[in-house]
């Protein structure tokens, strides 16, 4: 088996794994001012794990000119990378930022073919079967096998329940791993830990008067905070993406760990439909507001947060990681963040609760226990060649592919 390592090799972003010259997995953007691709690619068929902007970000780049390759996904991860793509289209269409074209975008839906988890199917001369990653909702174990060699693609996993999705179990026999280490030098806390203190937290603020904006991702971390205030009996809106992605979700009860905990959560949250002058208004309102962008650089956040941060009894719970340079992370370490292009002090409370759908350090090597006679290949981290190191001090057969690298196998 030939591996080229096109993106997602020593970083986070931009994954793309090309097997045999034939196959690809996954093709994603990596955020920024300019965003950044992976190595070009004309495979004979595309294989996405996941929905999520750094692993399906570019594919409808892949189907410009004569190019018509299959792509292969499931259900959910089919909606989620076209909702995607459209939304790159809207911000970044027609400029550098954006590598591909509304016609593209339409042909993803013409190549487009979808399966279950455990389903194994047949493509560009390999076998193909999907595990639940526990990612979020139609996140896969990529299994593929091209009749020599059976590779493990584990793309993005995690190793504990969340509210959405549970837990992955699955340990298929492979000969050689392609392992994320995202978190590989990261204990998180308890989950449920970390529930109780945001809701603690929510609760007190709501109790003594305040407004509480809660900034998350479109994609599974909505939907999170949302069955934990419907749990909670906390009153909540919900506004950006997510309301979409929500409703999508519901279509695909099979992908959720419990659909009809995410239908309550749903009747439970009010669904703005308004514009700023409306979010204004609810952001005078004593609620709790779940809102993209997570990371503060857009969304509707953009009119909720000067609205509520000239009082110290509102808060800004951030649940997600704050990339560096966002307005996210700058409000994190200076109270202080740049809002449309202002710098604004920030006088309510801002707290950060670690909602990771990733496993840690302990997960993920409590899943390479499985393992421990196969071949690694770390990816998808700003340390890979270190947990490598590690992991080959602890008895592995372990590497860390630079960038552009091709392995033989």
């Given at each position: 088996?030939?591996i080229?390592?096109?993106?997602?090799a020593?970083e986070?972003?931009?994954?793309?794994?090309?097997?045999?010259?034939r196959l690809?997995?996954?093709?994603?953007?990596?955020?920024?001012?300019p965003?950044?691709?992976?190595?070009?690619?004309?495979?004979?068929?595309?294989?996405?794990?996941?929905?999520?902007?750094?692993?399906?970000?570019?594919?409808p780049?892949?189907l410009?000119g004569?190019?018509?390759?299959a792509?292969?996904?499931t259900?959910?991860?089919?909606?989620?990378?076209l909702?995607?793509?459209?939304?790159?289209?809207?911000?970044h269409g027609?400029?550098?930022?954006?590598?591909?074209?509304?016609?593209?975008v339409?042909?993803?839906?013409?190549?487009?073919?979808?399966?279950?988890?455990?389903?194994?199917?047949?493509?560009?001369g390999?076998?193909?079967t999907?595990?639940?990653?526990g990612?979020?909702p139609?996140s896969?174990?990529?299994?593929?096998?091209?009749?020599?060699?059976?590779?493990?693609?584990?793309a993005d996993?995690?190793?504990?329940?969340?509210?959405?999705?549970?837990?992955?179990t699955?340990?298929?026999?492979?000969?050689?791993?392609?392992c994320?280490?995202t978190?590989?030098?990261?204990?998180?806390e308890?989950?449920?830990?970390?529930?109780?203190?945001?809701?603690?937290?929510?609760?007190?603020?709501?109790?003594?008067?305040?407004?509480?904006?809660i900034?998350?991702?479109?994609?599974?971390?909505?939907?999170?905070?949302l069955l934990?205030?419907?749990?909670?009996?906390?009153p909540?809106?919900?506004?950006?993406?997510?309301?979409?992605?929500?409703?999508?979700?519901?279509?695909h009860p099979e992908?959720v760990?419990?659909?009809?905990?995410?239908?309550?959560?749903?009747?439970?949250a009010?669904?703005?439909t308004?514009?700023d002058?409306?979010?204004?208004?609810?952001?005078?309102?004593?609620?709790?507001?779940?809102?993209?962008?997570?990371?503060?650089?857009?969304g509707?956040?953009?009119?909720?947060?000067?609205?509520?941060?000239?009082?110290?009894?509102?808060?800004?719970?951030?649940t997600?990681?704050?990339?560096?340079?966002?307005?996210?992370?700058?409000?994190?370490?200076?109270?202080?963040?740049?809002?449309?292009?202002?710098?604004?002090?920030?006088s309510?409370?801002v707290?950060?609760?670690?909602?990771s759908a990733?496993?840690?350090?302990?997960g993920?090597?409590?899943?390479?226990?499985?393992?421990?006679?196969?071949?690694?290949?770390?990816?998808?981290?700003?340390?890979?060649?270190a947990?490598?190191?590690?992991?080959?001090?602890?008895?592995?057969?372990?590497?860390?592919?630079?960038?552009?690298?091709?392995?033989?196998?």
């Amino acid at each position: 088996m030939d591996i080229r390592f096109l993106g997602g090799a020593g970083e986070v972003g931009r994954s793309a794994i090309l097997i045999n010259d034939r196959l690809l997995l996954d093709y994603g953007m990596k955020s920024g001012n300019p965003p950044q691709f992976p190595g070009d690619a004309a495979p004979d068929a595309i294989v996405v794990s996941h929905g999520h902007l750094d692993h399906v970000g570019a594919i409808p780049s892949l189907l410009s000119g004569d190019a018509r390759p299959a792509i292969h996904w499931t259900p959910p991860t089919r909606e989620l990378a076209l909702t995607l793509a459209r939304d790159t289209l809207k911000l970044h269409g027609g400029t550098m930022q954006c590598p591909f074209t509304e016609t593209d975008v339409q042909r993803v839906t013409q190549v487009s073919k979808t399966h279950g988890y455990r389903e194994t199917f047949e493509v560009a001369g390999h076998e193909v079967t999907f595990f639940d990653a526990g990612h979020i909702p139609g996140s896969a174990h990529v299994l593929v096998d091209d009749g020599e060699t059976r590779l493990l693609y584990t793309a993005d996993f995690h190793t504990e329940d969340q509210q959405l999705v549970s837990k992955t179990t699955a340990r298929p026999d492979a000969d050689v791993v392609i392992c994320e280490s995202t978190y590989s030098d990261v204990e998180h806390e308890d989950r449920p830990r970390v529930e109780e203190r945001f809701v603690e937290s929510v609760e007190r603020t709501l109790w003594e008067g305040g407004t509480v904006v809660i900034p998350a991702f479109a994609i599974g971390r909505t939907q999170e905070m949302l069955l934990l205030c419907e749990r909670q009996e906390i009153p909540c809106y919900v506004d950006g993406m997510g309301k979409q992605i929500t409703k999508m979700l519901l279509r695909h009860p099979e992908f959720v760990r419990d659909a009809d905990a995410l239908r309550r959560a749903k009747s439970h949250a009010r669904f703005v439909t308004g514009r700023d002058g409306q979010r204004r208004r609810i952001a005078e309102q004593n609620t709790a507001i779940i809102t993209t962008s997570g990371m503060l650089h857009g969304g509707p956040a953009m009119t909720y947060v000067p609205a509520i941060r000239a009082h110290p009894t509102n808060k800004i719970a951030m649940t997600g990681y704050q990339v560096e340079g966002t307005p996210g992370r700058e409000l994190l370490e200076t109270g202080s963040a740049e809002i449309d292009g202002r710098v604004m002090p920030v006088s309510a409370q801002v707290e950060q609760y670690d909602f990771s759908a990733h496993a840690d350090r302990n997960g993920v090597r409590a899943f390479l226990e499985s393992y421990e006679d196969t071949r690694v290949l770390v990816n998808h981290g700003d340390r890979c060649e270190a947990f490598a190191e590690e992991l080959r001090a602890d008895g592995y057969d372990a590497a860390a592919p630079e960038l552009g690298a091709r392995l033989e196998l």
